[in-house]
Protein backbone atom coordinates (compact mmCIF):
# COMPACT_ATOMS: atom_id res chain seq x y z
CA UNK A 1 0.00 0.00 0.00
CA UNK A 2 1.28 3.52 -0.75
CA UNK A 3 2.22 6.07 1.94
CA UNK A 4 -0.63 8.75 1.72
CA UNK A 5 2.30 11.30 2.81
CA UNK A 6 4.52 10.07 -0.36
CA UNK A 7 3.36 12.36 -3.40
CA UNK A 8 4.75 13.65 -7.42
CA UNK A 9 3.08 14.72 -10.74
CA UNK A 10 -0.37 13.10 -11.24
CA UNK A 11 -2.83 15.71 -13.33
CA UNK A 12 -4.13 18.36 -12.77
CA UNK A 13 -1.96 20.95 -9.79
CA UNK A 14 -1.50 18.04 -7.50
CA UNK A 15 1.47 16.22 -5.56
CA UNK A 16 2.00 12.99 -5.60
CA UNK A 17 4.00 9.73 -6.85
CA UNK A 18 4.03 6.75 -8.69
CA UNK A 19 5.62 3.19 -7.90
CA UNK A 20 5.40 0.05 -10.26
CA UNK A 21 3.25 0.09 -13.15
CA UNK A 22 -0.03 1.98 -12.17
CA UNK A 23 -2.66 2.30 -14.73
CA UNK A 24 -3.99 5.57 -15.55
CA UNK A 25 -6.08 7.83 -12.95
CA UNK A 26 -7.81 10.95 -13.01
CA UNK A 27 -8.15 12.84 -10.19
CA UNK A 28 -11.13 15.79 -10.09
CA UNK A 29 -11.13 19.31 -8.20
CA UNK A 30 -12.88 18.85 -4.58
CA UNK A 31 -15.49 21.49 -3.50
CA UNK A 32 -15.95 23.15 0.13
CA UNK A 33 -19.47 23.43 0.65
CA UNK A 34 -22.00 23.32 3.14
CA UNK A 35 -24.18 20.60 4.56
CA UNK A 36 -27.42 21.25 5.98
CA UNK A 37 -27.65 19.14 9.01
CA UNK A 38 -31.34 20.46 9.97
CA UNK A 39 -34.17 19.59 7.62
CA UNK A 40 -36.51 22.49 8.56
CA UNK A 41 -34.44 25.48 8.49
CA UNK A 42 -31.92 26.95 6.78
CA UNK A 43 -30.43 28.88 9.05
CA UNK A 44 -26.38 29.14 9.43
CA UNK A 45 -26.55 27.19 12.34
CA UNK A 46 -27.35 23.83 10.61
CA UNK A 47 -25.06 24.00 8.04
CA UNK A 48 -21.51 22.17 8.80
CA UNK A 49 -18.54 21.98 6.94
CA UNK A 50 -18.67 19.61 3.79
CA UNK A 51 -15.72 18.76 1.54
CA UNK A 52 -16.75 16.68 -1.37
CA UNK A 53 -15.93 16.06 -4.80
CA UNK A 54 -16.02 12.93 -8.35
CA UNK A 55 -14.28 9.82 -7.12
CA UNK A 56 -11.86 8.84 -9.23
CA UNK A 57 -11.24 6.96 -12.07
CA UNK A 58 -8.93 4.29 -13.31
CA UNK A 59 -7.72 2.39 -15.86
CA UNK A 60 -6.01 -0.70 -16.21
CA UNK A 61 -2.62 -1.09 -15.64
CA UNK A 62 -0.78 -2.93 -18.89
CA UNK A 63 1.33 -4.79 -16.40
CA UNK A 64 -1.11 -7.39 -16.15
CA UNK A 65 -3.76 -8.78 -18.48
CA UNK A 66 -5.99 -10.61 -16.04
CA UNK A 67 -8.81 -9.58 -13.82
CA UNK A 68 -7.44 -6.34 -11.36
CA UNK A 69 -8.44 -4.71 -8.10
CA UNK A 70 -8.11 -1.62 -7.58
CA UNK A 71 -7.54 0.39 -4.25
CA UNK A 72 -8.13 3.61 -3.26
CA UNK A 73 -7.28 5.39 -0.11
CA UNK A 74 -9.12 9.14 0.42
CA UNK A 75 -7.32 10.79 3.55
CA UNK A 76 -8.83 14.21 4.91
CA UNK A 77 -6.17 16.39 6.28
CA UNK A 78 -6.69 19.32 8.70
CA UNK A 79 -4.37 22.19 9.40
CA UNK A 80 -3.54 22.26 13.33
CA UNK A 81 -1.76 25.20 13.30
CA UNK A 82 1.35 23.35 13.22
CA UNK A 83 1.46 21.15 10.83
CA UNK A 84 -1.23 18.85 8.45
CA UNK A 85 -2.66 15.98 10.67
CA UNK A 86 -5.27 13.11 9.34
CA UNK A 87 -8.55 14.56 10.27
CA UNK A 88 -11.33 11.33 11.33
CA UNK A 89 -11.04 7.63 9.41
CA UNK A 90 -9.31 7.16 6.04
CA UNK A 91 -12.16 5.74 3.66
CA UNK A 92 -11.48 2.68 1.58
CA UNK A 93 -12.84 1.87 -1.55
CA UNK A 94 -12.48 -0.83 -4.48
CA UNK A 95 -13.28 -1.42 -7.89
CA UNK A 96 -12.53 -4.74 -9.82
CA UNK A 97 -11.49 -3.91 -13.54
CA UNK A 98 -12.46 -7.79 -15.70
CA UNK A 99 -9.90 -8.62 -18.17
CA UNK A 100 -12.04 -6.81 -21.08
CA UNK A 101 -12.78 -3.86 -18.37
CA UNK A 102 -11.32 -0.39 -19.69
CA UNK A 103 -12.06 1.78 -17.12
CA UNK A 104 -14.13 2.51 -13.60
CA UNK A 105 -14.76 5.35 -11.24
CA UNK A 106 -14.67 5.30 -7.57
CA UNK A 107 -17.36 6.61 -5.10
CA UNK A 108 -16.98 10.32 -4.52
CA UNK A 109 -14.45 12.24 -2.39
CA UNK A 110 -17.07 12.89 1.09
CA UNK A 111 -16.08 14.54 4.23
CA UNK A 112 -18.56 15.73 6.59
CA UNK A 113 -15.92 17.30 9.82
CA UNK A 114 -18.33 19.14 11.31
CA UNK A 115 -15.82 21.87 12.18
CA UNK A 116 -14.67 24.70 10.47
CA UNK A 117 -10.83 24.94 9.21
CA UNK A 118 -8.04 24.46 6.95
CA UNK A 119 -8.65 21.39 5.18
CA UNK A 120 -6.99 19.18 2.13
CA UNK A 121 -7.12 15.62 0.35
CA UNK A 122 -5.12 12.73 -0.14
CA UNK A 123 -6.06 10.15 -2.54
CA UNK A 124 -3.51 6.87 -2.80
CA UNK A 125 -4.48 4.03 -5.42
CA UNK A 126 -3.50 0.44 -5.66
CA UNK A 127 -3.46 -1.81 -8.23
CA UNK A 128 -2.59 -5.07 -7.73
CA UNK A 129 -3.89 -9.13 -8.95
CA UNK A 130 -6.44 -10.77 -7.84
CA UNK A 131 -4.11 -13.03 -6.13
CA UNK A 132 -2.78 -9.80 -4.13
CA UNK A 133 0.61 -9.09 -6.42
CA UNK A 134 0.77 -5.66 -6.51
CA UNK A 135 1.36 -4.38 -9.85
CA UNK A 136 1.62 -0.83 -9.10
CA UNK A 137 0.54 2.79 -7.59
CA UNK A 138 -0.37 6.31 -7.81
CA UNK A 139 -0.68 8.94 -4.86
CA UNK A 140 -2.50 11.94 -5.16
CA UNK A 141 -1.75 15.56 -2.65
CA UNK A 142 -4.48 17.84 -3.22
CA UNK A 143 -1.75 20.78 -2.20
CA UNK A 144 -2.20 23.47 -4.67
CA UNK A 145 -5.17 26.13 -5.02
CA UNK A 146 -5.94 24.83 -8.47
CA UNK A 147 -7.33 21.27 -6.74
CA UNK A 148 -10.14 22.92 -4.83
CA UNK A 149 -12.90 25.40 -5.29
CA UNK A 150 -15.59 26.91 -3.03
CA UNK A 151 -19.21 25.99 -3.91
CA UNK A 152 -21.32 27.41 -0.85
CA UNK A 153 -22.99 30.76 0.28
CA UNK A 154 -20.81 30.08 3.70
CA UNK A 155 -17.54 31.66 4.50
CA UNK A 156 -15.45 29.42 2.30
CA UNK A 157 -11.86 30.49 1.01
CA UNK A 158 -9.18 28.78 -0.90
CA UNK A 159 -5.75 29.21 -0.32
CA UNK A 160 -2.05 27.99 0.75
CA UNK A 161 -2.59 24.43 -1.52
CA UNK A 162 -6.00 24.13 1.00
CA UNK A 163 -9.67 24.87 1.34
CA UNK A 164 -11.17 26.95 4.70
CA UNK A 165 -14.60 26.37 5.84
CA UNK A 166 -16.29 28.38 8.59
CA UNK A 167 -17.88 26.23 10.65
Same mark, same amino acid.
Given at each position: ??????????????????? =????????????????????????????????? =???????????? #???????????????? #????????? *?????????????? *???????????? #? #???? /???????????????? =??? *?????? *???????????? /??? =???????
Amino acid at each position: MLALWALAPVAHAYSGSTT =GRPGGVTFERIQGTHYNSCTHTTRYTCFTPWIV =GSGPVVSRSRAF #GGNQAVLAIYALQVWN #GAAWATFGT *ARYHTVYLSATSAS *ARFPRVDFLPKR #G #GYFR /VAISVTWSTLSDVTLG =GRA *ALYNHN *ADYFCNTRFPCS /VGS =GSVFLRS
